[in-house]
């Protein structure tokens, strides 16, 4: 049976400490397995256009700014987290002159949280331009030229 009074009083330090490394631990590796797939895409997408074709469409471009720019708030993502980890061991010593003071898990947990909603609206802005583009060619094509035009 669920017992209430277990969730009423907040956790000890040493509890916190546990659960917050266990969940950097699982974010830094969560972000980096999408942070190398984000990567390796956005690779394939800027060297497989073609170079010595000029287009005029700017949103492509911008679609790729903004998925680079989303990365790189991914990567600072993942720092975070090894910092995470960093905190959390430090709230794991015996000694508690090393715990970090509770200010400043706080505006780090803070910051992590900003800088991952920023990148989720990069990320989400970029996929919308480039779906958005993509779709616009798409429409502006009349039927049956899609076959013999690459």
Same mark, same amino acid.
């Given at each position: 049976?669920? %017992?209430?009074? &277990?969730?009423?009083?907040?956790?000890?330090? &040493?509890?916190?400490?546990?659960?917050? =490394?266990?969940?950097? =631990?699982?974010?830094?590796?969560? +972000? $980096?397995?999408?942070?190398?797939?984000?990567?390796?895409?956005?690779?394939?997408?800027?060297?497989? =256009?073609?170079? @010595? @074709? &000029? @287009?005029?469409?700017?949103?492509?471009?911008?679609?790729?700014?903004?998925?680079?720019?989303?990365?790189?708030?991914?990567?600072?993502?993942?720092?975070?987290?090894?910092?995470?980890?960093?905190?959390?061991? $430090?709230?794991? @010593?015996?000694?508690?002159?090393?715990?970090?003071?509770?200010? %400043?898990?706080?505006?780090?947990? +803070?910051?992590?949280?900003?800088?991952?909603?920023?990148? $989720? $609206?990069?990320?989400?802005?970029?996929?919308?331009?480039?779906?958005?583009?993509?779709?616009?060619?798409?429409?502006? +094509?009349?039927?049956?030229?899609?076959?013999?035009?690459?």
């Amino acid at each position: 049976m669920l %017992d209430i009074e &277990q969730f009423s009083h907040p956790p000890k330090k &040493q509890e916190f400490a546990a659960i917050f =490394r266990l969940v950097s =631990r699982i974010s830094f590796w969560v +972000q $980096l397995v999408l942070g190398g797939v984000s990567g390796i895409a956005v690779f394939l997408s800027c060297f497989s =256009r073609s170079i @010595t @074709t &000029q @287009t005029n469409n700017a949103g492509i471009g911008f679609g790729i700014f903004l998925a680079i720019v989303g990365i790189l708030l991914l990567c600072f993502r993942v720092y975070w987290a090894v910092r995470y980890r960093k905190m959390a061991k $430090l709230l794991q @010593t015996p000694n508690s002159e090393n715990h970090p003071k509770k200010e %400043d898990v706080i505006k780090s947990l +803070q910051i992590g949280l900003l800088v991952s909603l920023i990148g $989720l $609206l990069i990320a989400f802005l970029a996929s919308e331009v480039t779906v958005t583009v993509i779709l616009g060619k798409a429409v502006a +094509q009349p039927q049956g030229v899609a076959i013999y035009q690459p």
